[in-house]
């Protein structure tokens, strides 16, 4: 079983910046791609990014430029940096690892963005 933790959400003013950590746990022999996907109100879940445990990384168009996701393969954790963030933003992150065993989630991280 693997566990995915999330951390690092809450409330932030348009402009600002939040980094939210994903730590992976559990029987985890190789973590292929590790993720970050946003469910706002009234809305599908969508990607927001994600990156191989190569480093390469692809983004959203409505993030590229002001999202980083970055990952620590010797921990298990995935982060993203969110800068310049806008009310649109508004979403519950949820975490993603993409493993030979599966595909997990992890409860999600509420992201408010005041205008």
């Known amino acids: 079983q693997v566990h995915l933790v999330e951390s690092g959400g809450g409330l932030v003013q348009a402009g600002g910046s939040l980094r939210l950590s994903c730590r992976a746990s559990g029987s985890i022999f190789t973590i292929n791609a590790m993720g970050w996907y946003r469910q706002g109100p009234g809305k599908e879940r969508e990607l927001v990014a994600t990156?191989?445990?190569?480093?390469?990384?692809t983004y959203a168009d409505s993030v590229k430029g002001r999202f980083t996701i970055s990952r620590d393969n010797a921990k298990n954790t995935v982060y993203l940096q969110m800068n310049s963030l806008k009310p649109e933003d508004t979403a519950v992150y949820y975490c993603?690892?993409?493993?030979?065993?599966?595909?997990?989630w992890g409860q999600g991280t509420q992201v408010t963005v005041s205008s």
């Open positions: 990156i191989t445990s190569a480093g390469s990384a």
């Open positions: 993603n690892a993409e493993l030979f065993s599966g595909n997990y």
